[in-house]
């Protein structure tokens, strides 16, 4: 897709118009169903993969990728390289594989705002001088 004069990458989901949305998802849903059946037990994805964008970018970047590799590259290590990053990529992915996609409850909401407060404090230190702040190391 077009975004003022520049070609978007397909991975690229933000300025997708509607009409092409549904039919972006069935094609990566349809070709994500195949890499499931094709890969197991390498690769194990939750149901709600499109859901996480950053799963659905990566997945959708290997689905280009793919496409690329079984069509225009004639270079056999192109194909390993593939293939020695997806199961890399795979063994990130089973961290949510048991992800039920649950609503946040307030103690998640919690945690995240403790979380972020704490990642600020250290924010705040690290820009601190080092002879102000005793903890830098
Ligand atoms: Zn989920």
Redesign the pocket.
Known sequence: MKVGSVESPEWVWDHVPDEERADRFTQVAVWVEWLETTYEPWVAL?A?WP??EGLRVELTMFWVWHRRVMSTVTEPAEGVHWHHELRRSAEAWRA?AE???EPPTRQRFLLARARHQLTNEHLRQAISRPAENPHAT
């Open positions: 939750p709600c859901l996480h949510l992800c039920t996609h």
